[in-house]
Protein backbone atom coordinates (compact mmCIF):
# COMPACT_ATOMS: atom_id res chain seq x y z
CA UNK A 1 0.00 0.00 0.00
CA UNK A 2 2.60 2.31 0.84
CA UNK A 3 4.69 1.69 -2.22
CA UNK A 4 1.08 2.53 -3.94
CA UNK A 5 0.96 5.97 -2.45
CA UNK A 6 4.25 6.42 -3.12
CA UNK A 7 3.85 6.03 -7.01
CA UNK A 8 0.54 8.11 -6.71
CA UNK A 9 2.06 11.02 -4.92
CA UNK A 10 5.17 11.01 -6.97
CA UNK A 11 3.88 10.73 -10.63
CA UNK A 12 2.75 13.94 -10.75
CA UNK A 13 6.54 14.72 -10.27
CA UNK A 14 7.91 13.16 -13.37
CA UNK A 15 6.81 16.90 -14.92
CA UNK A 16 9.45 18.33 -12.79
CA UNK A 17 11.97 15.73 -12.91
CA UNK A 18 12.30 16.20 -16.54
CA UNK A 19 15.19 13.92 -17.10
CA UNK A 20 13.28 10.82 -18.05
CA UNK A 21 9.65 9.81 -18.98
CA UNK A 22 8.64 6.83 -16.28
CA UNK A 23 5.96 4.43 -16.73
CA UNK A 24 3.83 2.97 -14.60
CA UNK A 25 5.76 -0.55 -14.84
CA UNK A 26 8.86 1.71 -13.65
CA UNK A 27 10.90 1.35 -16.85
CA UNK A 28 12.79 4.53 -18.46
CA UNK A 29 11.12 4.51 -21.50
CA UNK A 30 11.91 7.33 -23.37
CA UNK A 31 14.61 9.82 -23.39
CA UNK A 32 13.41 12.79 -26.15
CA UNK A 33 12.83 14.77 -23.24
CA UNK A 34 16.05 14.61 -21.38
CA UNK A 35 17.16 18.66 -20.18
CA UNK A 36 19.85 18.00 -17.77
CA UNK A 37 19.57 21.78 -17.08
CA UNK A 38 16.49 21.44 -15.65
CA UNK A 39 17.10 19.81 -12.12
CA UNK A 40 14.28 21.51 -10.14
CA UNK A 41 15.51 23.28 -7.07
CA UNK A 42 11.64 23.51 -6.49
CA UNK A 43 10.42 20.18 -6.30
CA UNK A 44 11.56 16.41 -5.11
CA UNK A 45 11.87 14.46 -8.10
CA UNK A 46 10.35 10.98 -8.26
CA UNK A 47 12.24 7.80 -7.95
CA UNK A 48 12.16 6.52 -11.28
CA UNK A 49 11.43 2.98 -10.54
CA UNK A 50 9.83 0.45 -7.47
CA UNK A 51 11.86 0.30 -4.56
CA UNK A 52 12.46 -3.20 -5.20
CA UNK A 53 13.53 -2.54 -8.45
CA UNK A 54 17.07 -2.68 -7.99
CA UNK A 55 16.83 -5.94 -6.20
CA UNK A 56 18.89 -8.12 -5.59
CA UNK A 57 22.19 -5.92 -5.88
CA UNK A 58 20.03 -2.91 -4.10
CA UNK A 59 17.35 -3.85 -2.04
CA UNK A 60 14.26 -2.54 -1.23
CA UNK A 61 14.72 -1.45 2.29
CA UNK A 62 18.41 -0.02 1.86
CA UNK A 63 16.49 2.18 -1.34
CA UNK A 64 13.32 2.92 0.15
CA UNK A 65 15.43 4.62 3.52
CA UNK A 66 18.31 6.00 0.84
CA UNK A 67 15.60 8.25 -1.42
CA UNK A 68 12.92 8.90 0.94
CA UNK A 69 14.74 9.97 4.26
CA UNK A 70 18.01 10.71 3.09
CA UNK A 71 17.90 12.19 -0.02
CA UNK A 72 14.31 14.20 0.82
CA UNK A 73 16.14 15.62 3.75
CA UNK A 74 19.24 17.07 1.74
CA UNK A 75 16.76 18.34 -0.90
CA UNK A 76 14.20 19.94 1.90
CA UNK A 77 17.67 21.09 3.76
CA UNK A 78 18.62 23.05 0.72
CA UNK A 79 15.66 24.43 -0.42
CA UNK A 80 15.68 26.12 3.09
CA UNK A 81 19.00 27.30 2.71
CA UNK A 82 18.47 28.96 -0.83
CA UNK A 83 15.27 30.37 0.19
CA UNK A 84 14.44 34.38 0.15
CA UNK A 85 18.02 34.36 -1.96
CA UNK A 86 18.35 34.92 -5.68
CA UNK A 87 19.67 31.42 -5.39
CA UNK A 88 16.09 30.49 -5.61
CA UNK A 89 15.75 31.14 -9.19
CA UNK A 90 19.26 30.12 -10.47
CA UNK A 91 19.95 26.95 -12.58
CA UNK A 92 21.44 24.28 -9.64
CA UNK A 93 24.19 24.41 -12.38
CA UNK A 94 25.16 27.79 -12.10
CA UNK A 95 24.73 27.60 -7.73
CA UNK A 96 27.60 25.00 -8.15
CA UNK A 97 29.60 26.87 -10.39
CA UNK A 98 30.27 29.73 -7.75
CA UNK A 99 29.26 27.38 -4.33
CA UNK A 100 32.54 28.78 -2.81
CA UNK A 101 30.69 32.06 -2.09
CA UNK A 102 27.16 29.76 -1.40
CA UNK A 103 28.16 28.46 2.09
CA UNK A 104 28.40 25.29 3.65
CA UNK A 105 24.72 24.51 3.73
CA UNK A 106 23.93 24.86 0.02
CA UNK A 107 27.33 22.90 -0.83
CA UNK A 108 26.33 20.27 1.24
CA UNK A 109 22.44 20.18 0.54
CA UNK A 110 22.55 20.81 -2.30
CA UNK A 111 25.11 18.36 -3.65
CA UNK A 112 23.35 15.86 -1.75
CA UNK A 113 19.96 16.80 -3.44
CA UNK A 114 21.49 16.74 -7.21
CA UNK A 115 24.11 13.29 -6.28
CA UNK A 116 21.66 11.53 -5.63
CA UNK A 117 19.01 12.95 -8.84
CA UNK A 118 21.72 11.68 -11.45
CA UNK A 119 22.59 8.17 -9.23
CA UNK A 120 18.82 7.33 -9.02
CA UNK A 121 18.28 8.06 -12.52
CA UNK A 122 21.52 5.91 -13.63
CA UNK A 123 20.37 2.94 -12.32
CA UNK A 124 17.60 0.78 -13.41
CA UNK A 125 18.09 -0.71 -16.62
CA UNK A 126 19.37 -3.74 -16.17
CA UNK A 127 19.15 -4.61 -20.11
CA UNK A 128 20.94 -1.64 -21.51
CA UNK A 129 24.65 -1.42 -22.68
CA UNK A 130 26.98 1.63 -23.38
CA UNK A 131 26.29 3.40 -27.09
CA UNK A 132 29.18 2.80 -29.41
CA UNK A 133 29.67 6.36 -29.17
CA UNK A 134 30.19 6.19 -25.58
CA UNK A 135 32.25 3.22 -25.49
CA UNK A 136 34.41 4.51 -28.48
CA UNK A 137 35.26 7.79 -26.37
CA UNK A 138 36.15 5.46 -22.96
CA UNK A 139 38.18 2.95 -24.51
CA UNK A 140 40.44 5.97 -26.25
CA UNK A 141 40.74 7.44 -22.73
CA UNK A 142 41.31 3.93 -20.69
CA UNK A 143 42.36 1.62 -23.30
CA UNK A 144 39.72 -0.38 -22.63
CA UNK A 145 36.03 -0.73 -21.33
CA UNK A 146 37.63 -3.06 -18.69
CA UNK A 147 39.89 -0.65 -17.61
CA UNK A 148 37.37 2.03 -17.12
CA UNK A 149 35.85 -0.56 -15.50
CA UNK A 150 38.30 -1.04 -13.03
CA UNK A 151 39.37 2.51 -12.48
CA UNK A 152 35.88 3.41 -11.60
CA UNK A 153 35.54 0.72 -9.26
CA UNK A 154 39.17 1.47 -7.82
CA UNK A 155 38.14 5.16 -7.49
CA UNK A 156 34.86 4.11 -5.58
CA UNK A 157 36.04 1.63 -3.28
CA UNK A 158 38.87 3.88 -2.12
CA UNK A 159 37.12 7.14 -1.52
CA UNK A 160 38.16 7.54 2.27
CA UNK A 161 34.97 7.94 3.88
CA UNK A 162 31.77 8.90 2.62
CA UNK A 163 31.72 10.46 -1.44
CA UNK A 164 31.21 9.76 -4.42
CA UNK A 165 33.22 7.87 -7.74
CA UNK A 166 32.16 9.63 -10.85
CA UNK A 167 32.53 9.06 -14.89
CA UNK A 168 32.43 12.36 -16.09
CA UNK A 169 33.16 14.58 -19.08
CA UNK A 170 35.91 16.89 -18.45
CA UNK A 171 35.93 20.73 -20.38
CA UNK A 172 38.01 19.32 -23.36
CA UNK A 173 35.04 16.40 -23.54
CA UNK A 174 36.73 13.51 -22.40
CA UNK A 175 35.94 11.00 -20.13
CA UNK A 176 37.58 11.40 -16.67
CA UNK A 177 36.76 9.22 -13.65
CA UNK A 178 37.87 10.32 -10.31
CA UNK A 179 36.21 10.87 -6.51
CA UNK A 180 34.30 13.39 -4.54
CA UNK A 181 34.16 13.35 -0.31
CA UNK A 182 31.31 14.47 0.98
CA UNK A 183 28.50 16.14 -1.37
CA UNK A 184 30.68 17.43 -3.15
CA UNK A 185 30.35 17.09 -7.34
CA UNK A 186 32.18 17.81 -10.82
CA UNK A 187 29.82 21.03 -11.43
CA UNK A 188 31.62 22.14 -8.04
CA UNK A 189 33.64 25.39 -8.20
CA UNK A 190 35.65 23.57 -4.63
CA UNK A 191 36.14 20.06 -6.81
CA UNK A 192 39.57 19.40 -8.13
CA UNK A 193 37.94 17.43 -10.59
CA UNK A 194 35.74 19.42 -13.00
CA UNK A 195 33.47 18.51 -15.61
CA UNK A 196 29.81 17.29 -16.06
CA UNK A 197 28.51 14.06 -14.64
CA UNK A 198 27.84 11.15 -16.78
CA UNK A 199 28.11 7.99 -14.17
CA UNK A 200 27.92 8.37 -10.66
CA UNK A 201 28.01 5.71 -7.27
CA UNK A 202 27.17 6.87 -4.12
CA UNK A 203 29.80 5.85 -1.15
CA UNK A 204 28.25 6.60 1.63
CA UNK A 205 27.22 3.75 3.96
CA UNK A 206 23.61 4.53 3.74
CA UNK A 207 23.71 3.37 0.22
CA UNK A 208 25.25 -0.13 0.91
CA UNK A 209 25.27 -0.92 4.63
CA UNK A 210 22.10 -3.12 5.81
CA UNK A 211 22.76 -5.23 2.37
CA UNK A 212 26.84 -5.27 2.23
CA UNK A 213 27.48 -4.18 5.78
CA UNK A 214 31.45 -2.88 5.90
CA UNK A 215 32.00 -4.81 2.37
CA UNK A 216 31.99 -1.33 0.37
CA UNK A 217 33.74 -3.38 -2.82
CA UNK A 218 31.01 -6.12 -3.31
CA UNK A 219 28.44 -3.28 -3.36
CA UNK A 220 30.18 -1.81 -5.85
CA UNK A 221 30.68 -4.66 -8.33
CA UNK A 222 26.96 -5.14 -7.56
CA UNK A 223 26.52 -1.34 -9.16
CA UNK A 224 27.57 -2.43 -12.11
CA UNK A 225 24.35 -4.64 -12.93
CA UNK A 226 22.04 -2.13 -12.21
CA UNK A 227 23.27 0.77 -14.50
CA UNK A 228 21.17 2.27 -16.61
CA UNK A 229 23.15 2.94 -19.63
CA UNK A 230 20.63 4.47 -21.93
CA UNK A 231 20.55 7.36 -19.30
CA UNK A 232 24.22 7.41 -19.19
CA UNK A 233 24.37 7.51 -23.00
CA UNK A 234 22.08 10.50 -23.22
CA UNK A 235 24.41 12.49 -20.66
CA UNK A 236 27.34 11.61 -22.90
CA UNK A 237 25.21 12.86 -25.75
CA UNK A 238 23.66 16.37 -24.26
CA UNK A 239 27.49 17.01 -22.56
CA UNK A 240 29.33 16.90 -25.92
CA UNK A 241 27.31 19.60 -27.20
FE1 LIG B 1 23.27 8.75 -0.38
Same mark, same amino acid.
Given at each position: MKQNNFRKTNIAGISIALFSVITLSGQVN???? &??????? &?KEFPALPYAYDALEPYIDARTTEIHYDRHHRAYFNNFVNAIKGTAMENTPIEQIFAEVSKAGDAVRNNGGGYYNHVIYWENMGNKSSKPSDELTAAIEKAFGSFDKFRETFSNAARTRFGSGWAWLYLTPDKKPAVGSTPNQDNPLMDVSPIKGTPLLTID?????YYLKYQNKRPDYVEAFWNVVNWDVVNERYKEALK
Open positions: DLKN &TDMKKIS &TVWEHA
